[in-house]
């Protein structure tokens, strides 16, 4: 059973600010008798964003509050003056913590200080001071504020470490991560003392080397037995696998089954943890002979592996395993570096960044859907057609006016009117007199302009 405290996977909903709406205001001074609008701005409502930080390594904080909202933007006021941005909300998550929505995967936090914004707040509506045309001089509408995004989202932790601890219970794992390192696991003589993973992080020759032990894996724990496989995704991150195995047991078995496990595991999740590097360790050798560990690194070496061999409860030969470790893990970081520089120079002119990235525009192939459907008018006790209409261009123009405001009625009238989404709705029948649906308003269709009507039911 997993510890209440150590939280690993979470659903939360996101909200971003409201946006402010526009203000609606004259200058009203002595001896200035035509003065004009003066309706300031709204403020944009606050993102509500993500970020890492080493300072955690669990998502127990996301357990009981599953709703967060940023900050609205304030309303504008008179006299020009604009209203506030409403503040960001920043939600610090562990280091490794990947963002899902739905089956999509947004980020992938994986070091200090990466921050990702999951709801974007609204943008304030404009004032009247910005609707003044030559013709006409005092608009009496103003914008109303976006709404900020709303999105259920799913955290999922994978702790980043350089090297994963795994074996059966009881081989030391936890034993040996507290002699070198500063953690403090529970040890006991019984299996499943570990039930949560742990991290510790070892020193050696001022290179710091991050372990993770995980609980232990039994024959069958693919099947559901034991504490099953239920955190060996932390170990996807980990450049080496640290196999310690208990040279007291029948060591040829344990190995074995742990290899099958992680096939398993790997065949069911499609990730690939058999390809990772391995230090096979033999444990308790404080507790056996000469000749028997011997015999074990025969056996080893004839299936091509060169094993180590550690007491962790002596701390024989602690220092040789931590040498081994970090030679290996400078040979990988080499390489990996080696592999970025050769993939740059290929691909030089087809690299575009993030910043680049954000300037390209989002083509929609059907901009516009309609749906034409009958729907029956009590007042005039008959049926009507309804032009449904879908149009993301046009439910913001539609959205951003108080529809019951003449005067903004008017405006958007004027913007729309050769809009692709009434040309479409035209080609499709619509006549004069007939009802078109945006959002959840109904508009009366007449001389090419569109007017709220109140509900029809």
């Known amino acids: ?99 899902y ?71 030391g794992k936890s034993t040996l991560l507290s002699v070198i390192s500063n953690a403090k696991p529970k040890i006991a003589d019984y299996p499943f003392t570990t039930i949560i993973p ?48 208990d040279i007291t047991s029948d060591y040829k078995k344990n190995y074995k089954i742990i290899k099958k496990e992680l096939e398993i595991y790997s065949k069911e999740n499609n990730v690939d943890l058999l390809s990772k590097p391995e230090l096979v360790v033999l444990n308790k050798i404080d507790m056996v002979d000469n000749k ?34 970090k030679e290996l893990l400078q040979k990988i ?11 740059e120079n290929i691909n030089q002119d087809k690299i575009i960044s993030y910043e680049d990235k954000k300037t390209y525009k989002t083509i929609l192939l059907n901009p516009t859907s309609i749906e034409i459907k009958s729907i029956y008018d009590k007042h005039l006790k008959t049926n009507k057609r309804v032009f449904i209409i879908y149009d993301k261009d046009l439910e913001n123009i539609i959205s951003r006016f108080d529809m019951n405001n003449i005067y903004a009625v008017k405006y958007v009238n004027k913007i729309i009117r050769n809009h692709r989404a009434l040309k479409s709705a035209k080609l499709r029948g619509l006549k004069e007199g007939e009802l078109i649906k945006v959002l959840d308003t109904y508009f009366i269709y007449q001389n090419d302009s569109i007017y709220p009507i109140e509900s029809l039911n």
């Open 292 to 325: 028997t560990i011997t015999k074990v690194k025969n056996y080893f070496r004839s299936k091509g592996i060169e094993p180590i061999f550690i007491s962790a409860y002596t701390k024989k030969n602690i220092d040789n395993l931590l040498f081994k470790v």
């Open 333 to 343: 970081n080499k390489e990996g570096n080696q592999n970025e520089i050769i993939s």
């Open 1 to 99: 059973m997993r510890d209440i405290n150590f939280i690993d996977e979470v659903e939360i909903v996101v909200k971003g600010g409201d946006g402010g709406n526009g203000c609606i205001s004259f200058r009203r001074e002595k001896y200035v008798p035509k003065g004009g609008p003066n309706g300031g701005d709204g403020g944009k409502g606050g993102d509500v964003i993500l970020k890492a930080t080493k300072n955690l390594n669990t998502l127990i904080d996301f357990r009981y509050q599953k709703y967060y909202k940023a900050e609205d933007g304030e309303h504008g006021k008179g006299k020009g003056a604009n209203g506030k941005a409403g503040s960001d909300l920043v939600l610090m998550v562990p280091v490794g913590t990947l963002v």
């Open 198 to 245: 742990n991290l510790g992080v070892a020193k050696v020759d001022y290179y710091s080397i991050v372990f993770i032990d995980l609980p232990g894996i039994i024959e069958g724990a693919s099947e559901g037995k034991g504490l099953g496989l239920l955190f060996l995704k932390h170990f996807q991150r980990a450049k080496i696998f640290l196999h310690l195995i």
């Open 101 to 171: 929505e739905g089956d999509k995967l947004i980020a992938d936090l994986d070091f200090e200080g990466k921050e990702v914004i999951v709801a974007k707040g609204g943008e304030g509506g404009r004032g009247n001071a910005h609707f003044v045309t030559p013709i006409y001089r005092a608009p009496k509408f103003a914008e109303k504020g976006q709404k900020g995004e709303e999105k259920k989202i799913r955290l999922e932790l994978r702790l980043v470490a350089d090297v994963g601890i795994i074996g059966l219970p009881n081989a």
